[in-house]
């Protein structure tokens, strides 16, 4: 039985390491010359995860109690992923770069189709150089703004810790978003930012009762979470975008 536990610990912790982001941010250096255009492109796939977690519990422990609410898991899911739409996040991403840098930049900005469309987060965050596929595709002394999203999740916390012996339970949303800047002449990664409201947070929006939703309607309740990803993405790209530029 020990074995066992063991074999489970490292396998979960592997694939804990494994999912870990580079954080690491590049801050943007203004150079003299002109921007000829900056590029907006959404990058790689947009993916979804319902947990839930048990205060005090052990691994094994956690593992059985995912295992008994895996139907209530998997429905939660199911109301995130037709809750979110991404056309909206990019959408509203699109908005917020191109104010922030209409600001600093007097040029013209083009918004392209997303790139990479099944490439994971960090395959797509992490290296320092951008390849191009088709480098006349960008103009001369361009910028390249990428964005690309780390997993959205809802998270059933068995206790909610909204304040002293509060015991309650509780749903927590959140996700991360990450922001590439590339220099269109070298592929170099100019820029980098990243920001996550994590399972810790205590951000309006993201952690809310779990008997909050139970009396809504299936329609209700899915634009509760729509509403609730777009509020805590505003705040992530607004973060990410101060960490790059």
């Keep these: 039985m020990l074995n066992i536990m063991r074999i489970i610990f490292f396998i979960s912790f592997a694939y804990l390491l494994s999912a870990c982001t580079n954080t690491t941010s590049v801050k943007f250096q ?33 593992l059985v109690i995912r295992a008994l609410r895996s139907e209530s898991i998997e429905n939660e899911l199911n109301t995130l992923r037709r809750a979110v739409s991404r ?14 840098l209409s600001l600093i930049h007097n040029t013209k900005f083009e918004e392209l189709e997303v790139s990479l469309p099944e490439s994971d987060f960090n395959e797509w965050f992490n290296p320092k150089k951008k390849i191009f596929s088709i480098i006349k595709k960008y103009e001369k002394d361009s910028l390249l703004i990428e964005f690309g999203y780390e997993e959205i999740y809802i998270q059933q916390k068995q206790r909610c810790s909204l304040g002293l012996f509060d015991l309650s339970r509780c749903n927590k949303m959140g996700g991360g978003i990450g922001i590439r800047v590339v220099d269109s002449n070298t592929g170099n990664i100019v820029g980098r930012g990243f920001y996550r409201n994590n399972l810790y947070d205590n951000m309006d929006g993201a952690k809310f009762p779990s008997n ?14 729509s509403d609730t990803v777009v509020k805590f993405m505003r705040q992530n790209i607004k973060k990410a975008l101060d960490k790059a530029l």
């Design 87 to 100: 056309k909206e996040l990019d959408r509203i991403n699109f908005d917020i770069i191109k104010q922030k």
């Design 212 to 225: 909050y939703t139970v009396n809504m309607s299936d329609k209700e309740k899915t634009k509760f979470y």
């Design 30 to 62: 203004e150079t003299n010359k002109n921007i000829s255009r900056i590029y907006l492109i959404p990058t790689g796939k947009l993916e979804f995860d319902s947990l839930y977690t048990y205060d005090g519990a052990g691994l094994l422990d956690i």
